[in-house]
C-alpha cells in the first residue's frame, strides 16, 4: 500500500477552503487584538528567533563550494582551502566564508533525487517531494506562523532580492505570504498626507466604532480578521524605518564586499536586527550549464565575502545564537564535467551548509565517494533538512499542523533530524 | 429523440420522484415559498431561531449589490425607504433584474467563475466578456451557455469568446478535467487523478480518466499564417493510468463517460478513414469521429443530476453566500447536502424553467430565506450552523463591487452616470435616432462601466486571489488596510467637487443630524442612530474651514472602511 500521508489532500480540499479557514485561524491566532502595545525593538531582539535562508538560484555546484575534490577526474580545476575548523576544507573559491566554518556546519550527503528546478526547489523548501493537487507551505511560511511572536508587528516572511509566490504559505493564509522588500517602504506603508498621527489614530477609533456596532449579533469572526487587519497595518506603519534601507553607509556596503549582493545582506542584517521572523535572501544565476567554472568565480566572487560578513556581524552582535542561517538550493551540479565545460543538474550527491541558532559550529556530516559521484555516508534528502531546521529554532517537527481537523506533517515522514549537527 | 422531449421525459421524473415525498399537492406552490417552508422544516426550532426579515435598508443594500455589483444610489435609499407600497421588495427585485447593471455584474461574476482570472491570451477578453454579457442580457438558459462553452473550438472568428474557456486552459488535458468536473458537475476529482479517492468514494479515478478521455485527443492547434489559435482535435489517442495506491498496479484506459455512466465506445472506423483532414505540419487535423462533440449535450442536459444540482446550487451560492451542498464543488455522499429536499427541488425546478437563470434569481430573492436579517435577536444565545441558513451570512464584497461602491458611495459614478447620459443624449439628438428604454440604459451603462472599470483594477489586484485560484471566502491582509488607509485610489474621492458626497457634506453646513443622516444614507445605505448623529457631532466639535472639512472626509473615510461597508450583510 502507498503512503497515503503523502497524498496531502486527504479528503479533496479546494484552495478556497484553505484560505478561507487559514485566514481566519491564523490572523486571530496572534492575538493583534494587543497591537498598539508593541513591544520595545530590544525585548523583540532578545525573545524572537529568526532564520535566514540564502537560496542560491539555480543550483550552486557542491564541488566549488562545501565538498570539493580536487585532483580528481570530476575536480576541475580549484584547490581546497583550509578552513577556521582544522580538518575541515572547502573551495578556495570561498576564502572569507572558510574564516567563519567554525560557525557553520556543512552536510554533504544529500541525495533528493530530483534533477528538476521546480520539483528541487519545491522538495527543499517545503521538506515533502510535490505532490499534485496539494501545496504544502514553504519554510518561511511555515517557520515565521511558529516562530513569530505575537506582538511582533512585522511580516512573517520577508523576500530581499526577487519576490516568492503567495502560495507559498498555502493553508496557512495571508499572514505569512512572502512579502518583497526593495530599498524603500511601500508607498502606502505611511500615514497619508495632510492627516497627523493623531488625526489617524482619531479616525481609525472611529472606524473601529462603527464595527463593533455592527459586529453586535452578526457572525462575527470575519470582521474580526478585517478590523484587525487595520491595526496590523497601523503597527507596521509605526515600524516603517525597519524597511527604510536608503540609510545603509556606503562603508558599510564596501566592507561587505560591495555590490548588489552585499547590500541584499546588509538588508538582512537590518531584517533580523529589527526582530523580523524569516528572511530570504536570493542569489541568482548558478544554473551553470556551460562555463561552470568562470561563473563559480564570479558568482561565489559575489557571493563569499558579503555571506561571510553577515555571519560574523550577527555573531559580534549576539544574534546568531537567535538566528539560524541556512545556505540551500534545488540541486548541487554533476561531478561530470560537460563538453561545454559546464556542470548540470545533481539532486544525487550534494551539499547544505547551516548555522547559528541551534546548530553546531564547524560540524561536518555526511561524505561523499572520492570524485563525488555518490553518497556513502549518513545520505540525507529535503526531509531529513527540514527536521533539523525545525529541531535548531526548538520546535517539533514531529507534531503536525491541523487544517480545518486535519493533520498536515511538517517534514515527510519516515525521515528525522541530522542530530549530528544540532548543538 | 430531440433536447427538448428528453428533457420534458427526465423533468417528469424528477417531478413524480418530488410528488413522491410530502410534496404532492403543493404543485401550485411558488418555489420562493417552496423554498422557506424546505429550509424551516428541514432544522428543528429554525422559527424560534432564526433571524426575522431584514428591514429595508439591509435589503436594498443587499440585493442591489448581490444583482447590480454596487450599493444603492443615494436617491433610490432614500426612495425605497420612503415608499410604503407592500409590494415595493418585489418591485426592486424586478427593476434591479431588468437593469445593465444585473447583465455586467453577472457576466463579470460568470467570467471569474468560469476563468478564475487567468489572463487572457488566446483569446481576447473582450470576445470573452462580449460573449457573456450577450448571454445575460438576453438570458441565456444556463444550460445553453455551459454548452456553447464546451463545444466552442474558436475556428468562428465571429464567435471566438466561449472558446477562452479551453484556449487560455492552453488545452490541457488536466486542467480542463479538473474545471469541467468543478464547475459544471459539482465534483472536484483532483484527487482521482492519482488514485481512487481515499475518503470519497463517489469518485474513482476511472471517473477521471472518464472524463478526461473526452479531452485527451484535443489540442491548441496554432495556425502559422493567422497566428490564431483554436482547440483542435486528432483521431487517436488514449488515456492511461493507475492507481498510485496500488502496487505493481497495471495500466489501464477507457472510453470517455461521464462519472458513474456508461463508456462511449469509439465507432469502428476503416483503418487509414479516421480522418477528414489528415493530420501534417501545419495542418489542423479534423477527424471522422470526434470524441470531445460527444460532451456538451450528454453534460450540459436537464437529465444529468449532477449538472442540475450543480447549477442550481451555483446561483444559490451566489445569493446566499453558502452551498446547500457547501464547498459547492463538493458534491458526493460524504458531503451531504444541509437540504437534500430543497437542492431536488431547486435542480428540478431550474431545468423545469428551462434553466431560466433570471427566474431562479428572482425566486431566491424573494424568499424570507434571502430575505432574513443578518442579525440575530439578543434572545438567540445558541446560534444555528451557517448551514440552518437562520441568518442572512456576511459575504465579502468582490474584489468589483468593493471598488464600484466606493465610487457610488464617494459620487464619482452619479456624476459620471449623468455626464454620460447627457452624452448619449446628444449623440441620438444629433444622429436623430432614439432608443428604447433598455437599449439607452444599455447604452448609458456601457459608457459608464468602460469609464471606471479602471479604477477596478487597484482592487482586483490588491483584493483577488492569484489567476487560476479560486476567490478566496474572505482574507483581510496589511496591504489591503493599508491601501485604504492611505492610498489616493481611496483618499483621492474624499475632496468635494461637483456634487459629490464632500461636497454635499461641506454644503450643509453646521447641521450635523443632516450631515450623520447624509453620509449614512450614501455610504451604508441607511438612516443613523442617534448614537451615530452623536458620533459624528462629537468628531465634528466645533472645528471650522479647512479643519472642519478635514474631519468630514475622516468622517465618511471611517464608514467607508468600516466593516459594514466591507460586506454583504
Known sequence: MFNRGTCGSAEHVSRRGFLSGATTGAVSALGFSGMTKVAGANELRSQQKRVVLFWLAGGVSQLETWDPKPGTDTGGPFLDIPTSVPGVNVCELLPYTARQMHHLAVVRGVNTKVNDHGKGAYFMQTGHPQTPGFEFPYLGSALSSLLVRPDNPLPGYVCIGGGGSAKESSFLGPRFVPVAVADKPPANMRIADGLTAEEDARRRELRARIGDRFAKGRRAATTEVYDESFDQAAALIAQRDVFDFTGIPDSEVDRYGGGEFARHCLMARQLVEAGSTFTKVTHRNYDTHSENFNFHVEQLGEFDQPFATFVADLADRGLLEHTLVVVMCEFGRTPRINQKMGRDHWGTAWSVALGGMGIQGGAVVGATNANGTKVVDREVHGGHLFHTYYRAVGLDPTADFVHDGRPFTKAKAGSEAIEEILA | ?569
Open chain 2, 1 to 569: 429523440m430531440s433536447d427538448r422531449s428528453n428533457r420534458t421525459l427526465a423533468l417528469f421524473a424528477a417531478a413524480a420522484a418530488l410528488l413522491a415525498t410530502p410534496l404532492a399537492g403543493r404543485s401550485e406552490e411558488p418555489l420562493h415559498q417552496a423554498i422557506d417552508r424546505l429550509v424551516a422544516a428541514r432544522t428543528p426550532g429554525y422559527a424560534a431561531k432564526a433571524a426575522p426579515v431584514a428591514d429595508d435598508a439591509e435589503f436594498l443594500r443587499r440585493v442591489t449589490l448581490d444583482l447590480t455589483g454596487t450599493i444603492p444610489t443615494v436617491e433610490r435609499t432614500r426612495a425605497f425607504l420612503a415608499d410604503d407600497a407592500p409590494d415595493k421588495r418585489t418591485r426592486l427585485i424586478d427593476e434591479l433584474l431588468a437593469s445593465p447593471e444585473h447583465e455586467r455584474h453577472l457576466a463579470q461574476q460568470l467570467d471569474v467563475q468560469l476563468m478564475q482570472r487567468r489572463r487572457a491570451a488566446k483569446v481576447k477578453a473582450a470576445e470573452w466578456e462580449s460573449f457573456l454579457l450577450t448571454a445575460t442580457q438576453s438570458n441565456t438558459p444556463w444550460d445553453e451557455l455551459v454548452r456553447d462553452v464546451l463545444a466552442a473550438d474558436g475556428l468562428d472568428k465571429e464567435r471566438r469568446g466561449p472558446a477562452r474557456f479551453y484556449l487560455d486552459r492552453d488545452g490541457d488535458v488536466n486542467t480542463i478535467t479538473r474545471d469541467v468536473s468543478a464547475l459544471f458537475l459539482g465534483a472536484n476529482i483532483e484527487c482521482a487523478q492519482c488514485h481512487d479517492h481515499p475518503e470519497v468514494a463517489d469518485y474513482t479515478i476511472d471517473d477521471y480518466y472518464g472524463l478526461s478521455a473526452f479531452f485527451v485527443r484535443s489540442f491548441v492547434f496554432t495556425d502559422p499564417k493567422t497566428k490564431l489559435a483554436v482547440y483542435a482535435e486528432k483521431a487517436e489517442g488514449e488515456v492511461t493510468f493507475k492507481s498510485v495506491f496500488v502496487e505493481d498496479a497495471k495500466d489501464s484506459s477507457t472510453p470517455p463517460h461521464l462519472p458513474g455512466e456508461k463508456p462511449i465506445p469509439d465507432p469502428e472506423l476503416e483503418k487509414g478513414k479516421e480522418y477528414k483532414v489528415k493530420p501534417a505540419k501545419n495542418v489542423r487535423p479534423v477527424p471522422v469521429y470526434s470524441r470531445r462533440e460527444q460532451l456538451p449535450a450528454r453534460l450540459a442536459a436537464a437529465e444529468n443530476e449532477r449538472f442540475r444540482r450543480a447549477a442550481a446550487n451555483r446561483f444559490w451560492a451566489m445569493m446566499l453566500g453558502r452551498g446547500i451542498v457547501h464547498p459547492i464543488d463538493a458534491d458526493h455522499s460524504d458531503n451531504p447536502p444541509s437540504h437534500p429536499e430543497l437542492l431536488d427541488l431547486l435542480a428540478a425546478e431550474f431545468a423545469a424553467h428551462d434553466f431560466d437563470v433570471r427566474w431562479l434569481l428572482r425566486e431566491i430573492a424573494l424568499s424570507e430565506t434571502y430575505q432574513r436579517g443578518s442579525r440575530l435577536p439578543e434572545s438567540v444565545t445558541d446560534p444555528l450552523p451557517e448551514s440552518a441558513f437562520a441568518q442572512a451570512l456576511l459575504k465579502p464584497l468582490s474584489p468589483e463591487q468593493f471598488g464600484r461602491s466606493l465610487l457610488e458611495a464617494t459620487g464619482v459614478t452619479e456624476a459620471t452616470r449623468a455626464a454620460e447620459r447627457a452624452a448619449v443624449q446628444k449623440e441620438l439628438a444629433a444622429k436623430k435616432t432614439e432608443l428604447g428604454e433598455v437599449e439607452f440604459a444599455r447604452a448609458v451603462e456601457k459608457r459608464v462601466h468602460a469609464k471606471l472599470k479602471g479604477n477596478e483594477t487597484r482592487f482586483v489586484s490588491l483584493f483577488a486571489a492569484a489567476a487560476g485560484e479560486a476567490d478566496p471566502d474572505f482574507e483581510a491582509t496589511v496591504d489591503q488596510a493599508m491601501f485604504l488607509m492611505n492610498d489616493n485610489a481611496v483618499l483621492g474621492r474624499l475632496q468635494p467637487s461637483g456634487q459629490n458626497l464632500l461636497a454635499r457634506l461641506v454644503g450643509l453646513d453646521g447641521q450635523s443630524d443632516e450631515i450623520a443622516a447624509e453620509l449614512y444614507l450614501a455610504v451604508l445605505a441607511r438612516r443613523p442612530t442617534d448614537e451615530e448623529v452623536a458620533d459624528v457631532r462629537d468628531y465634528l466639535g466645533d472645528a471650522t474651514g479647512e479643519v472642519r472639512h478635514a474631519r468630514l472626509r475622516q468622517l465618511a473615510w471611517a464608514l467607508l472602511a468600516s466593516a459594514e461597508f466591507r460586506f454583504v450583510h
